[in-house]
């Protein structure tokens, strides 16, 4: 894989309703994995930088696992709430900047 | 901390007309990058700096030079706006190493 790449696009959930989505890296040279909240008319905020493999990580209600030798993030979300919604984009360095995914954009319906 | 600042918040340029989008950070940090937005291509890199007096291209950067001249300040210039340059910059920065980017609040561009 060349490129970070995400799935899927989009997601629409109902309130209280548990979700993940996926995040694939370059798994060569490998030296970290983020992941941002990006809320519509904002800018993107950090949530987690994973550099471990095995490296698990949470915040609250939000939580991701992390595995370098596949390359491969999962981002989840448990008991989703209308606030929720945003895109939740993933990077990962490449030589001197960071490679972002599109994004997948999660919709919570009360 | 104001952390990252971007100025405009909005503009509309005409086809050909050049402009220069501010960004500046008060966190020291040694990198700082432009993105664009596009809708379904997410953020990609126009151009990137190490340190002041140091910078280098991203995937997209055709039409847009950049300089550093001091750690705060990273300013992306225009130089023949395009519709196709049409979209939202955000400028970030972050210390060495791969910690997290803070990103400024966007510029939505609109050139007609």
């Not at chain 1, 984009?89 to 919709?107: I, K, Q, V």
């Not at chain 2, 300089?67 to 395009?82: G, H, Q, V, W, Y």
Request: charged share 15%; hydrophobic share 30%; proline share 5%.
């Amino acid at each position: 894989i060349l490129n970070v790449e995400q799935s899927p696009q989009s997601l629409h959930v109902q309130e209280g309703d548990s979700t993940n989505f996926t995040c694939s890296f370059p798994s060569s040279n490998f030296y970290a994995l983020h992941w941002y909240r990006w809320e519509t008319a904002k800018s993107p905020e950090a949530l987690f930088v994973m550099t471990l493999n095995g490296d698990e990580k949470k915040k609250g209600r939000i939580s991701a696992t992390l595995n370098t030798k596949e390359g491969y993030s999962y981002l989840y979300i448990k008991g989703s709430q209308p606030e929720d919604s945003a895109t939740y984009l993933c990077a990962s360095p490449n030589n001197n900047d960071m490679r972002f995914g599109a994004g997948t954009r999660l919709t919570v319906k009360p | 901390n104001a952390g990252v600042t971007q100025t405009p918040k909005f503009q509309v340029l005409k086809t050909g007309q050049s402009m220069t989008l501010q960004c500046a950070q008060d966190m020291n940090h040694e990198y700082m990058s432009w993105y664009r937005q596009d809708p379904g291509m997410g953020l990609r890199l126009i151009h990137y700096s190490v340190g002041a007096g140091i910078t280098d291209q991203g995937e997209v950067p055709n039409g847009y030079n950049v300089s550093r001249s001091t750690t705060e300040d990273f300013p992306l210039r225009l130089l023949s706006a395009a519709p196709s340059q049409t979209s939202v910059y955000f400028c970030a920065s972050r210390s060495r190493g791969w910690g997290v980017q803070y990103f400024g609040p966007g510029t939505r561009l609109t050139v007609t």
